[in-house]
């Protein structure tokens, strides 16, 4: 499976509960074979951890030990309960959380790395616009309150079902989806509304 | 599972619609660096010690046997001394910044040796030497060099404290209760450790590092975490304090070409070894050379007996350690004052040894 790094996005191919089992029972017998789920998730994770971390060094520190401990209690991972992804998640959530309460009483969604914004062939008036509608998005997102924050990180960020978000939250799939849609919702109306 | 893309044309994208779609997408969107894998573990599941960890008592074993050059160092008060009162300061500050005693060993007996000065061509080592049963248990002696004459050691027995070793030449040594003359706490890296984790968020948020596994390696027979440790000065205020004021110049550049390898035990949380690397060079550094864990330590081991020929100065409180060491000070500087004696006793204390 190819893991390519573009424009700062990462996609990785031949994702499916059955090559995670594979690699996971590989795994388990070489741990030097955990280094392809790491290649696979790391990029996810570092994403989300971002959204909850105060800095770049913050969410790289968070990122490893979240694999490190998920390294440690692989034996314990269980297919049946939850996807893989969802696992490793809620590790980092977990790993996320301990760093913030250690460290700094609120949470800087503003030290998420500047916005990328891929170049296609639109006008530099047309890039400027679109920068301008993203910051505002941004700040949209950012005026959430931080449950809600952190479902649309799970989603947008981490590449997760509703179902694997339930499962990272402990929440029900159907308490996940209502409450992303109304979230969404609500972006949406602000969000296409013509700014002042 | 599906990509990230793919999530976004899935139908559960719960009514975003295209445009906002790729603009929540965009918003996620962040550079992922390239971070280094963690070294894999031998086995996923490491066997259970078998017997009972004590956290917090070895918490506070760490915070005392790190802690107990400073206590020597505070005592003196900062004075020269013919002993160097500086050069022990220098010293017992060295060994407190890259020694560490663990939280997960229940008894361990560890020799380890300091080089300092590295880059002032003035170089100089240490090797201490400590035996650990649990925090009311601890021996602690430091020797220069290769000499085999202990210039500093303290052995907590209980509440019986003794701190010994030579100073102003004479052979002497402190005795009073422990309680009393307590233990401060040295901010150590990774001091009282229970777990990686714990290490690593112990070493990031003193002094404001990053603390990032490197890999793995063996040190004293034992498998290690290398851990760099480098100084957060972009984004970390506290890290200013230890100038306390208005940095002089260069301080800050200095900082930033400063860094730190830990090799930590990845059983017992124990600093095996340390470089502390100033723009690239190592200027000092720490070693473990012999590590015996879960030793047995017989209670003879931290009853200190001081030989004849040793003056023995007791004292009740830490202010009358102090004026006791300020009296040891004032010898030197008056004169007429009694001759300085060999620096080699007549009998040492003798060392403990393990069976």
């Known amino acids: 499976m190819a893991l390519s790094v573009e424009s700062g ?9 059955a090559a995670d089992g594979a690699l996971i029972e590989a795994a388990l017998v070489r741990p030097e074979a955990f280094g392809l789920l790491y290649q696979r998730y790391m990029p996810r994770v570092y994403r989300y951890v971002s959204t909850l971390t105060a800095s770049s060094d913050e969410a790289a520190d968070v990122t490893q030990q979240t694999f490190i401990k998920a390294m440690s209690a692989l034996s314990t991972y ?13 590790i980092a959530r977990n790993a996320a959380f301990d760093a913030h309460r250690r460290r700094r009483p609120s949470v800087r969604w503003d030290t998420l790395a500047g916005l990328v914004v891929e170049a296609g062939c639109e ?14 998005l941004r700040a949209l997102v950012q005026d959430i309150d931080p449950a809600k924050r952190e479902l649309l990180a799970l989603r947008f960020a981490a590449g997760l079902t509703s179902r694997e978000i339930g499962a990272v939250v ?14 969404i919702a609500s972006l949406k109306e602000h969000y296409l509304e013509e700014p002042n | ?29 962040v550079t992922v660096p390239d971070l280094q894998m963690p070294p894999a573990v031998s086995s996923p599941n490491p066997p259970r010690r078998s017997h009972r960890l004590r956290p917090f008592a070895a918490l506070a074993a760490a915070v005392a046997g790190v802690a107990f050059f400073v206590i020597g160092s505070s005592l003196w008060g900062g004075r020269a001394t013919e002993v160097s009162a500086e050069t022990i300061l220098q010293r017992t500050a060295g060994v407190a910044k890259t020694n560490t005693l663990a939280a997960g060993a229940t008894s361990y007996h560890m020799v380890a040796e300091t080089r300092y000065g590295m880059d002032e061509g003035k170089q100089g080592s240490q090797t ?18 290769g000499s085999s004459t202990v210039d500093l050691g303290q052995s907590r027995d209980g509440d019986d404290f003794w ?5 102003s030449g004479t052979n002497r040594a402190i005795h009073g209760p422990a309680g009393e003359l307590g233990f401060g706490i040295v901010p150590g890296p990774g001091t009282g450790g229970t777990s990686l984790q714990n290490v690593l968020t112990q070493i990031s948020s003193k002094g404001c590092s990053t603390a990032t596994v490197q890999r793995e390696d063996e040190v004293a027979g034992r498998t290690a975490y290398v851990i760099e440790v480098k100084p957060r000065w972009d984004s970390c205020a506290e890290t200013r304090g230890v100038c306390k004021g208005a940095c002089p110049e260069g301080a800050e550049k200095l900082s930033r070409d400063t860094s730190t390898l830990l090799w930590v035990d990845k059983e017992t949380f124990l600093t095996l070894r340390s470089d502390f690397f100033t723009e690239g060079r190592v200027v000092s550094s720490y070693l473990v050379t012999q590590l015996e864990v879960d030793a047995d330590l017989p209670s003879e081991v931290f009853r200190y007996q001081p030989p004849a020929g040793v003056q023995v100065i007791e004292v009740t409180n830490g202010a009358d350690a102090k004026r006791a060491f300020a009296g040891i000070e004032d010898e030197k500087s008056v004169p007429g004052g009694p001759p300085a004696q060999s620096s080699k006793p007549e009998s040492l204390p003798e060392k403990p040894t393990t069976p």
């Open chain 1, 170 to 183: 402990g929440k029900s799939e159907g308490a996940v989806k209502k409450q992303l849609f109304r979230i």
């Open chain 1, 123 to 136: 006008s530099p008036e047309a890039l400027v616009l679109k920068q301008e509608r993203l910051t505002r």
């Open chain 1, 9 to 17: 996005r990462s996609t990785v191919d031949s994702e499916s509960p």
């Open chain 1, 78 to 90: 269980r297919a049946g309960r939850a996807s893989f992804s969802a696992w490793l998640l809620r």
């Open chain 2, 128 to 145: 201490t030497e400590t035996w650990f049963r649990d925090p009311e248990h601890v021996r602690v002696e430091e020797h220069a060099g």
């Open chain 2, 163 to 167: 701190l010994y070793g030579t100073f």
């Open chain 2, 1 to 29: 599972m599906k990509s990230q893309t793919d999530a976004f044309r899935d139908k559960d994208n719960f009514g975003a619609g295209p445009e906002l779609a790729a603009g929540l997408e965009a918003v996620y969107r």
